[in-house]
């Protein structure tokens, strides 16, 4: 049974850091593109960071010099370190997968395969 499992999320205050991790099992991440998504109440999902299989990095404009996406394949999981968090980084948090050979764009969430349930991250001004 393919499952993503993240955990991590929390309550924090402006400035602090979290890590989410996100576990894999069911298929082996060596293979797969793996994105961190984020929706806050009442808005649309949005992109938040991604890790090809390849090692290349795609973040957005908001999560530069503040987070960092990393990959333990012997662990099969990923991670999300947030550090100087704000409080408009609330929002619940999802990791996805997508397979390398069919996901083209790393930012588009509509191209990953797997989701998560998600892990609540709420920093608190």
């Known amino acids: 049974q393919v499952q993503l499992v993240e955990s991590g999320g929390g309550l924090v205050q402006a400035g602090g850091s979290l890590r989410l991790s996100c576990a894999a099992s069911?298929?082996?991440?060596?293979?797969?593109?793996m994105g961190w998504f984020r929706q806050a109440p009442g808005k649309d999902r949005e992109f938040v960071t991604a890790?090809?299989?390849?090692?290349?990095?795609f973040d957005a404009d908001s999560a530069v010099g503040r987070f960092t996406i990393s990959r333990d394949n012997a662990k099969n999981t990923i991670y999300l370190q947030m550090n100087s968090l704000k409080p408009e980084d609330t929002a619940v948090y999802y990791c996805a997968a997508g397979l390398r050979s069919t996901l083209v764009e790393p930012t588009a969430g509509n191209e990953y395969t797997y989701w998560g349930q998600g892990t609540q991250v709420t920093v608190s001004s």
């Open positions: 890790l090809t299989w390849d090692g290349h990095t």
């Open positions: 069911g298929f082996t991440l060596d293979y797969y593109t």
